[in-house]
């Protein structure tokens, strides 16, 4: 029988941490930290301003319509960003700091501009609990397909949904990513409504969402299974070899381990750390 408790947990970024390197997949999402219980995470301004934007960005999803930009997202913005200023973001200094954060409030400013489908009603996925939302990819198996979805965006002249992902890097998601496979099997199994579309908006450089091909249901279910299978059994054998013996993926998290990392600071479930090599972040 299928059990929540001891399924096979898979996600997009879990699988993606897998595809790069299985010790990078262990370290980041099964080791727990003897002392505190917690998984490791390693924090850099990247990921620091990501993390910011989303956050503002999909706290407009549960706001009514008509009350969305009363507020000042750079107000909130601001305040968000005292989570990730200083070390707690990755920074070297105050300059780089400066850096990223002028890079999110042009984004943020960009949503301002070209409100588009902010001003949409949006459809939010929900779980009974505090756990992210998910399904059964398989029962068989017992392996559950879980995310977080940035925006979904309700049609209502055919009552269909829009997924969009808001992108804050520079460069464009590659064609072949799994993130909209994934995310398209799991609109289609917790809500009803037909999947009409789905986007990339790069926010550093485009007033507008991308729009790109929706994903074939049959090849994007293979794609996804096939993986998440090779993840459960690496699980089961508890193999987790690096294949390079040590690579640009698993290096920075081997350095936690070995305590040449910095410790500053814990989310609800993850102890977070800083790397530094000869000035500069291994990315």
Excluded at 28 to 44: A, E, P, Q
Excluded at 102 to 128: E, F, W
Aim: proline fraction near 4%; include cysteine.
């Amino acid at each position: 029988m299928s059990n929540d408790r001891y399924a096979t947990w898979i996600s997009h970024s879990s699988i993606g941490d897998f595809i790069k390197c299985p010790r990078l997949y262990y370290l980041h999402n099964v080791y727990k930290d003897l002392r505190s219980g917690h998984k490791i995470t390693i924090m850099n301004p990247y990921l620091a301003l990501g993390q910011t934007i989303h956050e503002v960005v999909e706290s407009l999803s549960v706001i009514k319509v008509e009350d969305r930009l009363k507020h000042s997202l750079q107000d909130k913005f601001n305040t968000v960003w005292e989570k990730v200023t200083g070390e707690l973001g990755g920074f070297h200094d105050a300059d780089e700091e400066k850096l990223f954060k002028d890079r999110g409030t042009k984004m943020l400013q960009r949503i301002i501009d070209n409100p588009g489908l902010i001003l949409n009603k949006a459809v939010k996925l929900t779980s009974p609990d505090s756990l992210p939302p998910r399904y059964y990819l398989s029962e068989e198996e017992n392996i559950l397909l879980c995310g977080k979805i940035d925006w979904l965006e309700h049609i209502p002249e055919d009552d269909s949904i829009h997924i969009v992902d808001f992108k804050t890097g520079k460069n464009e998601e590659e064609e072949y990513s799994l993130q909209l496979p994934i995310y398209y099997l799991l609109v289609k199994n917790l809500q009803k409504r037909i999947i009409k579309k789905a986007s990339y908006w790069y926010l550093d450089k485009n007033d507008s969402p991308n729009e790109v091909q929706l994903p074939n249901l049959n090849e994007a279910y293979k794609r996804v299974f096939d993986l998440a299978l090779k993840v459960k059994q690496s699980r089961i054998t508890k193999s987790y070899n690096c294949p390079r013996n040590g690579c640009y993926a698993c290096r920075p998290y081997e350095a936690i381990l070995n305590k040449k990392a910095k410790f500053v600071g814990t989310s609800s479930y993850q102890d977070i750390y800083i790397i530094k090599s000869q000035g500069s972040y291994w990315n």
